[in-house]
């Protein structure tokens, strides 16, 4: 199982940037999908997440509102619509899953069973 994401970038304060995530290796259509964030000095944070099924999505308060997350399963791929972006909104982004459908608010790091290569994400003027 491999999840790659893409699409990071160095982008000024109010911009916009889209990730992208390819998870290979298994049935992508049945599991939900999360994005977290590293940075630096700070310990791994939940983002957002899509289910499977219905996509019903999920959103931390830090980014409610600001971001989208949406799934292609014919492409196999899970995207992240960042918006207004912030100086605080640079980290390291990833993609992972649990290897369930569902997925809420109670994904945590340690939950997750699969990951994969960060994208670099930083918001400076």
């Known amino acids: 199982v491999q999840l790659q994401a893409s699409g990071g970038g160095l982008v000024q304060p109010g911009g916009s940037l889209r990730l992208s995530c390819a998870p290979s290796?298994?049935?992508?259509?049945?599991?939900?999908i999360g994005w977290f964030r590293q940075a630096p000095g700070k310990e791994r944070e939940w983002v957002s997440c899509?289910?499977?099924?219905?996509?019903?999505?999920y959103y931390a308060d830090s980014v409610k509102g600001r971001v989208t997350i949406s799934r292609d399963n014919a492409k196999k791929t899970v995207y992240l619509q960042m918006n207004s972006l912030k100086p605080e909104d640079t980290a390291v982004y990833y993609c992972a899953t649990d290897g369930h459908p569902l997925c809420g608010t109670w994904y945590h790091p340690l939950g997750m069973n699969y990951w994969g290569k960060g994208t670099q994400v930083t918001v400076s003027s």
């Open positions: 290796g298994f049935g992508f259509s049945n599991y939900g």
């Open positions: 899509i289910n499977t099924g219905d996509g019903t999505s």
